[in-house]
């Protein structure tokens, strides 16, 4: 084994929670979408150790998958960033205030 | 410890680091940089785990396509202004708790659930390195038994793609 299962799912667990930050403490939608990014691949990176440790590839299937839904994930939230901007210009979630009265 | 591990090690390290600086620069195109070498440093991880596929999937769609509609829209933002604006919010304490208990409680189930899976496994675990010809594998298993979902995510990208267009559309100018 060139990399112990344990030691991956470790990794995993500390991008995820890097990820987890970041998602919570950036005031930047931008960026926030980026952390989203990064505990994608955090599960993508736990998913392929399990395939390998278990000798399947459905692991990697699944991660496959997980792939096409970030892509479907970065085009909706891209687009809704796109569409605030084009009333407020910036990407500060602290300004997104329309629904607050 | 051979030199594949050790090269495992490091690319586990710099990823940590990327992702970290990723999280915390302040100007978004130093993150957006930062969180390419990530892509990079986890599709090398893939390769080591015997997963090529995912890695070249990884590079093309994540540091080719993705990360450049990325940078597309970090076009949008006014960078000096941005970089003005205080990164984090007041909370951002809070956020590092919620970061810091969901990786205690991975490593907590990880110990406590997991060595008995990893014991039972053991006795077939033996043969070394990655299955053969596993690009064929996935090649039929996707083709085969995961035909639906498959094809199931072809209409997840499409509605996707409709629904981008739809929110990113200029509105016309009337009323």
Redesign the interface.
């Known amino acids: 084994m060139t990399a112990p299962l344990n030691a991956v799912l470790g990794l995993s667990a500390v991008l995820f929670g890097i990820g987890v930050f970041g998602f919570l403490a950036r005031r930047n939608i931008i960026l926030m979408l980026i952390s989203v990014e990064v505990m994608l691949n955090a599960v993508n990176l736990s998913l392929a150790g399990f395939s390998q440790h278990f000798e399947e590839s459905r692991g990697q299937i699944l991660a496959l998958f997980v792939i096409a839904v970030a892509a479907a994930e970065v085009g909706v939230g891209l687009g809704l960033v796109i569409a605030l901007n084009r009333n407020k210009p910036g990407a500060a979630v602290a300004d997104l205030t329309k629904l607050k009265w | 410890m051979?030199l594949?591990?050790l090269?495992?090690?490091y690319m586990?390290a710099a990823?940590?680091a990327s992702?970290?600086l990723?999280?915390t620069r302040k100007n978004?195109v130093h993150?957006?940089l930062w969180?390419l070498a990530?892509?990079l440093h986890?599709a090398g991880?893939?390769l080591?785990?015997?997963?090529e596929?995912?890695a070249a999937?990884?590079v093309i769609?994540?540091a080719g396509?993705?990360l450049i509609?990325?940078l597309f829209?970090?076009m949008?933002?006014?960078v000096p202004?941005?970089e003005a604006?205080?990164?984090?919010?007041g909370?951002?304490p809070?956020?590092?708790g919620?970061?810091?208990s969901?990786?205690a409680l991975?490593?907590l189930a990880?110990v406590t659930t997991?060595e008995k899976v990893?014991t039972a496994?053991g006795a077939?675990?033996m043969?070394?390195g990655?299955?053969q010809g596993?690009l064929a594998?996935?090649g039929m298993?996707?083709f085969g038994p995961?035909a639906l979902?498959f094809e199931l995510?072809s209409l997840?990208?499409l509605?996707?793609?409709v629904?981008?267009?739809?929110?990113?559309r200029?509105r016309a100018a009337k009323s």
Not at chain 2, 85 to 89: E, H, K, N, Q
Not at chain 2, 163 to 168: E, K, P, Q, R, T
């Open positions: 051979t594949l591990t090269t495992f090690y586990a990823s940590i992702a970290l990723a999280v978004p993150s957006m969180v990530l892509f986890v991880i893939f080591l785990l015997g997963a596929f995912l999937v990884q769609v994540y396509a993705i509609f990325y829209v970090v949008l933002l006014d202004e941005e604006r205080p990164r984090f919010g909370h951002w809070l956020a590092a919620a970061g810091l969901f990786i991975a490593w990880q997991f990893g496994s077939r675990g043969t070394e990655p299955p596993s594998e996935i298993a996707l995961f979902p995510a997840v990208l509605a996707s793609i629904g981008a267009v739809v929110l990113a200029r």
